[in-house]
């Protein structure tokens, strides 16, 4: 939706109360809220609502399902006005499929990009029920002329940032897969993922996956709007790491890449002769299902294959994977895992950098000392920020916290952009403010 402003400066300067969460997922962002799964999280095949990721640019918008209606225009020969109910009378289908953030990983990338910091949790695997997107068009009659199908949801902007649409090309849109789903894992969608209706393109990151789903647009021509044409865009090659690039000097992400974590074992100690559980997840995109995954536990040198999980063998969804190890000697082990795809594509050992941090699948790598003693914790310093400046407040904090801002490593000129950024979307920074702002967040957080 675009029409309201009604919730900017509604929250400002209020206290965040992060919500208590019961799966201690790692709060990236409490306002607008962005949540990651811990590690341990991947231990679940089919991950459930509470462990799920959360991405929202903006706040939850309210859906009120009486009223709530899914609108099919543009290019068509008959636009449809659909209530809940004449969805679930249509066939419905249902499939497992990863939801991964575009940006899963871009704490890892270096030089360090704007963004939320995320390290390997912004993905999910759940069960997707709902009607095939193409049914609802087919119903509708795409012209001719159609190339993209523009979803928009019932969520408002943040101050004077362009609403959050997105479009896919007609051939994803008519894909058998492709879904408008109204349960995840059994049960009505969560408002936080997108209720009463997601947008699911499986095998593509998550920016398509549109939550609060309440508009399907036939277009002529692709999209120009900020979400399409801005952001959710990366390099088709790679590029010197910090190059700055156009947005027209680059494509929009779309599909996933072959990718791994290791989810256990979380501590980096063990002990000699004893027996250890490595284990992990692996999954792809477009490029097909993960067809096989390696260990090495000597720093890539040499690779056996781990064991995947029976029974999960789907297009879109991941594969659980284990692998037993006993070392024996005394010695710093660098454990490392990667997949294999059934097009055949594996996993780099360093990554192309983009400029927004998109799409790391490089191979992952874990310190273990094995040694006889536990060695001893070091508590890591807490960081020492200089102070605030008095109008960081008036200027910053009106639409969302400190967190989005201090698990940032920017250069001066990357902060500076920031400033100009938020300012484009309503940010109020006086003229005497903007230096004093610009040495507080270049010092406090630059880069590591
Ligand atoms: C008018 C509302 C608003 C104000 C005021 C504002 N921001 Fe933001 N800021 C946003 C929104 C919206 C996002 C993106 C939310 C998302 O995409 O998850 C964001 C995201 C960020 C991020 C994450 C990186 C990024 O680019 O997405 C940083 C860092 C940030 N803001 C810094 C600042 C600083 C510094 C100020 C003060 C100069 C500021 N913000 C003022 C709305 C605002």
């Not at 940032?161 to 849109?173: E, G, T, V, W």
């Not at 974590?261 to 980096?268: E, M, Y």
């Not at 789907?314 to 190890?325: H, K, N, V």
């Amino acid at each position: 939706m675009s029409h309201t402003r009604r919730n900017f400066f509604l929250l400002a300067g209020g206290a965040i109360a992060a919500a208590q969460d019961p799966k201690n997922m790692v709060v990236r962002a409490a306002r607008p809220e962005d949540l990651e799964m811990p590690l341990s999280g991947f231990a679940d095949y089919i991950t459930p609502a509470d462990h799920f990721f959360v991405r929202t640019h903006v706040y939850l918008p309210t859906v009120n399902i009486s009223e709530w209606r899914l609108k099919v225009e543009g290019s068509v020969q008959t636009p449809l006005t659909l209530a809940m109910d004449d969805l679930r009378k249509m066939p419905a289908i249902e499939l497992i499929a990863v939801t991964e953030c575009a940006g899963n990983g871009r704490g890892f990338f270096n030089p360090h990009v704007p963004g939320l910091q995320w390290g390997y949790g912004g993905v999910a695997n759940a069960r997707w029920r709902g009607v095939r997107l193409a049914e609802v068009l087919k119903r509708a009659g795409v012209r001719e002329s159609a190339v993209e199908v523009l979803f928009d949801g019932a969520d408002d902007p943040i101050g004077t940032m362009q609403d959050f649409r997105r479009s896919i090309p007609l051939k994803k849109a008519l894909h058998p897969d492709t879904i408008l789903a109204y349960e995840m894992n059994g049960e009505a969608v969560p408002l936080k993922h997108g209720f009463p209706l997601r947008v699911v393109v499986p095998g593509w990151a998550s920016d398509s996956w549109v939550k609060w789903c309440t508009s399907l647009n036939v277009l002529d021509k692709p999209w120009d709007g900020f979400w399409m044409k801005d952001a959710y865009r990366k390099p088709d090659h790679a590029v010197a790491p910090g190059t700055s690039l156009t947005p027209d000097q680059m494509v929009p992400v779309t599909s996933l890449r072959v990718k791994t974590v290791i989810a256990s074992p979380t501590a980096n100690w063990a002990k000699p002769g004893e027996p250890l559980r490595i284990a992990g997840v692996s999954w792809s995109g477009d490029a097909g299902p993960v067809t096989s995954v390696e260990v090495s536990t000597d720093a890539g040198r040499a690779w056996k294959p781990a064991r995947l999980y029976p029974g999960q063998k789907t297009q879109y969804g991941w594969r659980q994977w284990e692998f037993s190890w006993t070392p024996e000697r005394e010695a710093y082990y660098t454990i490392m895992a990667r997949a294999r795809d059934a097009a055949g594509n594996t996993q780099p050992f360093a990554q192309e950098w983009n400029p927004s941090g998109y799409g790391w699948n490089v191979v992952p790598s874990i310190g273990i000392s094995v040694q006889a003693q536990a060695p001893a914790a070091n508590p890591p310093a807490p960081p020492a920020h200089p102070e605030p400046p008095p109008n960081l407040r008036a200027s910053c904090l009106q639409c969302h916290g400190t967190d989005v801002i201090e698990q940032q490593h920017l250069t001066r000129g990357q902060w500076n952009r920031e400033i100009t950024k938020m300012m484009n979307w309503g940010a109020r920074v006086k003229p005497e403010d903007r230096e004093p702002l610009l040495n507080y967040l270049s010092s406090a957080f630059g880069p590591k």
